[in-house]
């Protein structure tokens, strides 16, 4: 739990107290909490101490002022938070600007919107972002909320001589009682930062304590990350071989435990080095694009001038695709490789013997080859003379491609060639999801198997409005219905799910809902081959770095609702609010799921178990990429062509309605 000790200011003083002070006092203490300060930074400072000065010294004394409020989700901090009567105000300046930029909004807007989901003593308040352009010409303005209905304003645009009349403005609209400052300052932090934002964060120097959940109803991140770490000290100080089994339900932070425990060991002169390997390549190149330009900017903004492509360099080591690691260890197969400490990102996903060796053959001219890909994983730490630990992440009902074994195959080299390894185990790993039961009945066999509680992380993070999302989802696709129904109705109502049958209303109701640089997008099946009259085409790739990371103005980001994502691009990565398009591939009926693939100029039937179980997986992962809110388009049938005729959807229509699923209005 945080301590109520924590400060999260550089300088805080009643508003009484502020107007005495010094200026160059207020400067000595923002100056000694800030490593480096250069003369624009604190001729802002100035600019904004006399600003406010002027605004508040006759009006409200009786409140507090805090400057350069730190928001570590986000790794900013917030030019100034006002505490007056009962409104909080979050105050963003832009010293010697005349416009009122679309980006500036979005700042203020972020930074109103972090207090609001993640701060608790300010889940309650009335909060009033503002953007002053001090230079502006004095605008109108008029306070006004959104649809959220969550005492959220749109930020005010006013010009430096109108803080005063915003102020009072704000006062006006909101009623309430007064903030009780302690209990304010005394309020817990608890961020769900997505995996991007966590990243960011982790490779900046931030603590996984500092960027994620503290509160008794989650499960502690780093409580799973300290358990990795003593399994990993175990095993070097005792000279052992181990392999570490993670499990967690979709977006309980999974891949943040393994960020935490390659990032603290990141160095090649670290005894515990350790590598992060993903087989997921738009995670990869999202996460490696998205530190490159963090490492940029911030080296910039402190003088150390890094170049993007050598930011790219550098980012390159921490966040590895395995098929790389792969590789290197193919080259060279009788040396180990530089780490001793592996951790396997969606290690469900691994390929099985058949597919492996098929890959070897076509791709690498190498016949015969007749490992999986877990046991040859397994055997490049292996070489490891003394000691070595791999960390396999794994998600459960996560497999969505041709040959991803599931986590047995691993279960199964360990039992078959890797005697003498020892084995943690999270019990949840005996889940249905996971189809491992059998497999680890014959494990438990061994004498050096261990299972830890502590290795399954049971509460989605990605969802923060909404924790039992994802147990939602499942109940959905196993056709639960009076399950999912009761579930449906005990999710938080902050977190909406709506149905449709249009996709310009979809469209609009994202735009809608979503604040600041709140991302949203549509996520479809890569099966979906029939929405194309929708303006929606599965076979055009598109780049996930350009989806995931470029902002509004961008028609290649998932801002513009032109370009679509599968679950390819997006497993792993996570939006604020998505539009899930469903077509014909899935199909309910009261005899259960249709699997249906489109080929030539008609569906057919999906005979095969485990590909039908991929189609199942591929929705899972759609349904459960929304932090904040999602709606679901079925599309309405057309009469005139049999390929989308009306009961190929209207019974998945009627099956969301009949959970209680609202229908969006004209």
Not at 48 to 58: G, H
Not at 391 to 400: D, P, T
Not at 461 to 481: G, H, I, N, P
Not at 498 to 507: D, G, M
């Amino acid at each position: 739990m945080e301590p109520k000790s924590v400060r999260r200011w550089y300088y805080a003083d009643s508003i009484c107290e502020f107007l005495g002070r010094p200026t160059e006092y207020i400067i000595g203490c923002l100056s000694t909490a800030s490593l480096s300060i250069e003369k624009p930074q604190l001729n802002a400072w100035e600019r904004q101490i006399e600003l406010l000065r002027e605004a508040l010294r006759s009006s409200y004394p009786s409140g507090r002022i805090y400057f350069e409020y730190v928001i570590p989700r986000l790794g900013k901090r917030i030019d100034c938070v006002l505490l007056i009567e009962h409104v909080l105000f979050v105050i963003e300046f832009k010293v010697g600007e005349t416009q009122f930029g679309a980006t500036a909004v979005d700042q203020v807007w972020d930074y109103a919107l972090d207090l609001k989901n993640f701060h608790e003593s300010s889940h309650d308040l009335p909060i009033a972002p503002i953007l002053i352009a001090t230079d502006a010409q004095m605008v109108g303005f008029e306070p006004k909320g959104t649809i959220h209905d969550d005492q959220l304003l749109v930020p005010l645009r006013v010009a430096g001589g109108q803080v005063l009349e915003a102020i009072e403005a704000c006062l006006s609209f909101f009623d309430g009682k007064p903030i009780d400052v302690n209990s304010w300052e005394a309020g817990r932090y608890l961020p769900t930062p997505t995996i991007i934002e966590a990243a960011r964060a982790l490779y900046a120097g931030h603590s996984v304590e500092q960027i994620s959940r503290s509160d008794a109803g989650a499960t502690n991140l780093s409580r799973t990350s300290v358990a990795v770490d003593r399994i990993i000290s175990d095993a070097r100080a005792k000279h052992k071989k181990a392999v570490c089994f993670v499990t967690g339900v979709p977006g309980s932070g999974k891949t943040l435990v393994g960020l935490d425990v390659a990032n603290r060991h990141m160095s090649a002169q670290d005894e515990l080095y350790s590598v992060f390997l993903s087989g997921n390549g738009p995670l990869v190149a999202v996460l490696r694009e998205a530190l490159a330009i963090d490492l940029h900017g911030r080296t910039n903004v402190a003088g150390g001038r890094v170049r993007k492509s050598e930011a790219r360099d550098q980012v390159s080591a921490f966040v590895q695709n395995v098929h790389h690691f792969r590789d290197d260890c193919l080259a060279d197969s009788s040396r180990p490789p530089v780490e001793h400490v592996a951790l396997f990102d969606e290690a469900q996903r691994a390929w099985n013997l058949a597919q492996t060796s098929a890959f070897m053959a076509r791709k690498k001219g190498c016949s015969g080859f007749n490992q999986s890909e877990p046991e040859f994983l397994i055997s490049c730490l292996d070489r490891h003379p003394d000691w070595a630990v791999v960390v396999c992440l794994v998600g459960g009902g996560q497999e969505i491609n041709t040959g991803e074994a599931g986590i047995s195959e691993w279960v199964d080299a360990l039992i078959h060639r890797f005697p003498d390894w020892h084995v943690y185990v999270s019990p949840e790993l005996r889940g249905t999801e996971y189809r491992a039961a059998e497999i680890l009945d014959r494990l438990k066999q061994r004498t050096k198997v261990s299972f830890n509680d502590e290795l399954h992380l049971a509460t989605s993070m990605r969802s923060f409005r909404a924790e039992a999302l994802s147990e939602f989802v499942k109940l959905v696709l196993d056709l639960e219905t009076e399950s999912a129904r009761t579930v449906f109705h005990s999710l938080d109502r902050r977190y909406p799910i709506v149905l449709t049958r249009s996709v310009t209303r979809a469209k609009r109701w994202l735009r809608e809902q979503a604040r600041g640089s709140e991302r949203y997008g549509i996520v479809v099946s890569s099966q979906a081959q029939r929405l194309k009259p929708h303006a929606i085409d599965v076979r055009v790739a598109i780049d996930p770095v350009h989806w995931f990371l470029h902002g509004k103005e961008d028609t290649r980001s998932s801002f513009y609702l032109e370009d679509v994502a599968t679950e390819f691009q997006v497993q792993g990565l996570e939006l604020d609010w998505t539009a899930v398009v469903w077509d014909g591939d899935l199909r309910f009926s009261e005899t259960g799921w249709g699997h249906h693939e489109f080929a030539g100029s008609r569906w057919r039937n999906i005979k095969a178990i485990e590909r039908k179980r991929y189609l199942e997986n591929a929705y899972r992962v759609l349904l459960t990429r929304a932090r904040q809110g999602m709606v679901i388009v079925v599309p309405e049938g057309e009469p005139d062509d049999p390929t989308r005729a009306a009961s190929l959807y209207d019974p998945t229509f009627d099956y969301f309605c009949s959970l209680g699923l609202p229908v969006l209005g004209e």
